[in-house]
Every structure is written in structure tokens, then in C-alpha cells.
């Protein structure tokens, strides 16, 4: 066991690596072979309406006239070390981890990516509970009642929910339980209480973006686990223990379903991953401030320091949630075997 997480973080780190160099070659490589100088480079640092000169003497002191190999080795240096940027008018330290430096907020990036963190994380885990147990349970019910009233509905009601997008249903769940009559029960978006300091309003201000988004996700989990249970329910052993006189309920939660959660738990730790490095949409329709809506205003402003910043950490919770699904397989389904 011990052998193969070690051998899984190398992997991750070697993962991570590769990102770093696509993401940089993406923001500083492609751009020269479309022709950007690196004056053009540094006048997201000092403005575009600086002057020739200007722009010229930060493209120097910034580094940008270097080989695109320095310049690589600075910004990954600077993740663990820090770094000056010295753009001319003032110098501006970056303590590490330093993914960057934005010009446009005056604050290192990683400083900004932890304010925005606890609400994106609120966010994602909150809907993860309520998905995972509703879709899951709903997946599993209707593979036992394959073919009745409540499979129908139920398979009817995730198709929906997989169809409509989450800016659809959200503005929908809004208008009637915010700022309806008389279903104004829930906050009406753009606020955000830690947990910390009110566990009650922190919960009253996203049970609405937790079911929306549970909503979209909890359907594609309950189709997947029904297909599952399905598969599964007809295997070898199942009859094997029915025969051996086991209970049902052991059959189906103890066999079945531990047979039918191992891709379940594939698309869950993506799709953890994924959210925990922002949910863009859902963020951006309900006016919370996380990661997600942090990546947005970074897109509209040019700021490329910060989607820098935002594709490496999401790039890292995928790998974790990679690392921490593998490590699942074992426990959930004996036939898996980590070697």
C-alpha cells in the first residue's frame, strides 16, 4: 500500500509538471508564434496606454526578453521561494507559494485563490453530499424496480435534470423560492457566511446553489447507478449469496452495490475535482464570490496571472482526486487489488 500511494504521487507530481509547462507555453509560447513581442507582454503589467519606452524597460527588468526556458524556471522557482517583480515604477514581492503576481488587484495570486477558496469549497461539498446520496439511492431504486411507475419517473426526472443547464435552473430556482410570492424562502444569492462564524446562515445562503447543482449532477449519477446495479445484480455471485439464503437487503448493499459504485466513484472524485477549481456557472448565477466567478472576472480583465493561478489549482485537485479514488477502489469493491 505504502509503495503504491508513493508511486501515485510521483505519478501526480510528473502530472502536475506537465500542466505547468502546457499552461505556461499556452500563455507565453503560443503568443510569440502569433507574433507578441515582449513589450505587448509587459503591458499587462504596466497598462497599455503606457508608452513604447515604458513597456520596453518592464519587458527588461520583468525578465521577458529572456528565453522562454528562464523564464519557465523563474515562475516555477517562485512557487516555492517567492519572487520581486520589478516592473518599473515599484518592486512587488510575492511571497511562496507564488503563482503569480496580479497587476490589475495588486496582490499575489495565491492570496487571492485562498480568499475565494472556503466559498467555492462550501459550494462543492455541500452539492457533492447531496448529490452523491440522492442520486445514488434514486440509481439503486430504480434498478430494483426496473420497469414500474417510479423508474419511468424517476429516469424521466434525470433527464431533465442532465438536459437543462445549470444557468437555466438556476435563475428558474431563484424566481420562485427567492424572489417569489409567496416562496421567498432562501437567499436571494451574492451573499456568503463562513461556517465559522454562523453555522445556520452559512447553510441558509447556499442550500439553493447546493440543491441546483446537486440537481444537475445527482441525475447523471442516478442513470449511472441504475446501469450498474443493473449489470451487477445479474452476476454469479449475486445468485450465489441469494442461494446461500442471505437477507436481501445484504445482497443488494453488501454485493450489488459495492460491485456497481466502483465507476461511480471514478466521475465522483472528477467531478469533485473539477468543481473544487471553480464552478463557473453556478458561481457567476448566483453571485458567489469562489473560484469560479474569480476566473471569470480574470478572463474579462485579461489578468493572466490569475487563470494561471486558477488552471494550477485545478490541475492539483484533480490529481488529488485521482489519488484518493484509487485508494477507494480497494475499500469499496474486494476484487480490486492495489499492487
Known amino acids: 500500500m505504502v509503495n503504491y500511494i508513493i508511486r501515485r504521487l510521483f505519478g501526480g ?47 527588461e527588468k520583468l525578465g521577458l526578453n529572456d528565453p522562454l526556458y528562464e523564464q519557465y524556471g ?11 517583480y520589478d516592473y518599473g515604477p515599484a518592486v512587488e514581492h510575492c511571497p511562496a507559494p507564488c503563482f ?18 472556503p466559498v467555492t469549497a462550501s459550494l462543492a461539498l455541500g452539492a457533492a453530499v ?44 431563484l424566481s420562485i423560492f427567492s424572489y417569489g410570492r409567496p416562496f421567498d424562502w432562501t437567499a436571494r444569492g451574492s451573499s456568503y457566511t463562513p ?41 454469479d455471485y449475486i445468485r450465489t449469496a441469494r442461494a446461500k439464503g442471505l437477507r436481501e437487503r445484504t445482497v ?3 454485493h450489488g452495490l459495492r460491485g456497481a459504485l466502483t465507476p461511480i466513484i471514478t466521475i465522483f472524485g472528477l467531478d469533485l475535482g473539477l468543481l473544487l477549481g471553480g464552478a463557473v456557472l453556478t458561481e457567476t448565477t448566483f453571485s458567489l464570490q469562489g473560484i469560479g466567478k474569480f476566473t471569470i472576472e480574470a478572463i474579462n480583465k485579461g489578468d493572466f496571472p490569475r487563470i494561471m493561478g486558477v488552471t494550477m489549482l485545478a490541475a492539483f485537485f484533480i490529481v488529488i482526486a485521482n489519488l484518493v479514488v484509487d ?3 480497494a475499500v469499496v469493491d474486494p476484487r480490486v487489488r492495489l499492487s
Open 100 to 117: 503569480g503576481y496580479s497587476f490589475i488587484t495588486k496582490r499575489p495570486v495565491f492570496d487571492d485563490l485562498l480568499d475565494r477558496l
Open 130 to 173: 447531496i448529490w452523491l446520496l440522492a442520486g445514488v439511492a434514486t440509481g439503486v431504486l430504480s434498478a430494483l424496480r426496473r420497469g414500474s411507475l417510479f423508474d419511468r419517473f424517476a429516469m424521466g426526472t434525470a433527464l431533465a435534470g442532465v438536459s437543462l443547464p445549470i444557468f437555466f435552473t438556476g435563475t428558474l430556482a
Open 195 to 235: 461556517i465559522t462564524e454562523d453555522p445556520g446562515m452559512w447553510a441558509y445562503n447556499l442550500i439553493l446553489p447546493w440543491i441546483t447543482l446537486a440537481f444537475l449532477y445527482a441525475a447523471a449519477y442516478a442513470r449511472n447507478t441504475r446501469a450498474g446495479m443493473l449489470e451487477t445484480m445479474g452476476e
Open 13 to 59: 507530481a510528473i502530472m502536475l509538471f506537465a500542466v505547468s509547462i502546457a499552461t505556461f507555453l499556452i500563455f507565453f509560447g503560443l503568443p510569440r508564434l502569433a507574433g507578441a513581442t515582449p513589450e505587448s507582454f509587459a503591458a499587462r503589467y504596466v497598462g497599455p496606454r503606457a508608452t513604447a519606452e515604458v513597456q520596453a524597460q518592464a519587458a
Open 74 to 84: 523563474r515562475w516555477v522557482k517562485a512557487i516555492f521561494v517567492g519572487a520581486d
Open 327 to 329: 485508494l477507494l477502489y
Open 252 to 254: 443488494v448493499v453488501k
